[in-house]
Antibody
Framework: QVQLQESGPGLVKPSETLSLTCNVS??????????WSWIRQPPGKGLEWIGY???????NDSPSLERRVTISVDASKKQFFLNLKSVTAADTAVYYC??????????????WGQGVLVTVSS | SYELTQPPSVSVSPGQSATVSCSGD??????VSWYQQRAGQSPQLMIY???KRPSGVPDRFSGSNSGNTATLTISVTQAMDEADYYC?????????FGGGTRLTVL
């Protein structure tokens, strides 16, 4: 069974960089054709896709985040990472990591982490 | 950028059928997934590839997708189905979510 678990600081100051780690068990981060993804949910609001790193190494992120996103991976440690720079209060959200399955399954997020709340405040 | 539109809320009586819609330009040409998010929990996949159910999802949940609208149907709705429901599609290498629909079981 695939399991994901987010970790990282719960409080980040405005203008600084938000950094999160997703620990994965039950799956390889370097094979299978999966999209290892980050998704967030501001308090009381809906889900917003942030970006992914494919196990080929390709990355992509949401244009709405204006190139503030970096997603990387350490497959040997079964971890992937999110860096979101120049944060503001609008970046306060629960951040989820998830596994995305590709065309064969219709581009779906089949496994999710529990989520971690990150608050941006001075 | 591609957008998916859902009604903010839907109400249903226990035992009745509930439908949640999701609209987008030529959505019928894309695969749509549906997620259930109960209060305080992570989203859970309920439907993928428009109408397929993952193992463990009750067959009360069904999906369809045609034209510009995808639909999630919950037959014989139960109190435990009260949750937020999100549709999701993939467009030009971007993953897109609808704004979510709160299903209230009255």
């Amino acid at each position: 069974q695939v399991q994901l678990q987010e970790s990282g600081p719960g409080l980040v100051k405005p203008s600084e960089t938000l950094s999160l780690t997703c620990n994965v068990s039950g799956a390889s981060l370097s094979s299978g054709g999966y999209y290892w993804s980050w998704i967030r949910q501001p308090p009381g609001k809906g889900l917003e896709w942030i970006g992914y790193i494919h196990d080929s190494g390709n990355t992509n992120d949401s244009p709405s985040l204006e190139r503030r996103v970096t997603i990387s991976v350490d497959a040997s440690k079964k971890q992937f990472f999110l860096n979101l720079k120049s944060v503001t209060a609008a970046d306060t959200a629960v951040y989820y990591c998830a596994r995305g399955s590709g065309y064969k399954y219709g581009y779906v997020f089949d496994f999710w982490g529990q989520g971690v709340l990150v608050t941006v405040s001075s | 950028s591609y957008e998916l539109t859902q009604p903010p809320s839907v109400s249903v009586s226990p035992g009745q059928s509930a439908t949640v819609s999701c609209s987008g330009d030529a959505l019928g040409n894309k695969y749509v997934s549906w997620y259930q998010q109960r209060a305080g929990q992570s989203p859970q996949l309920m439907i993928y590839q428009n109408r397929k159910r993952p193992s463990g999802v009750p067959d009360r949940f069904s999906g369809s997708n045609s034209g510009n609208t995808a639909t999630l149907t919950i037959s014989v709705t139960q109190a435990m189905d009260e949750a937020d429901y999100y549709c999701q599609a993939w467009d030009s290498s971007f993953w897109v979510f609808g704004g979510g629909t709160r299903l209230t079981v009255l």
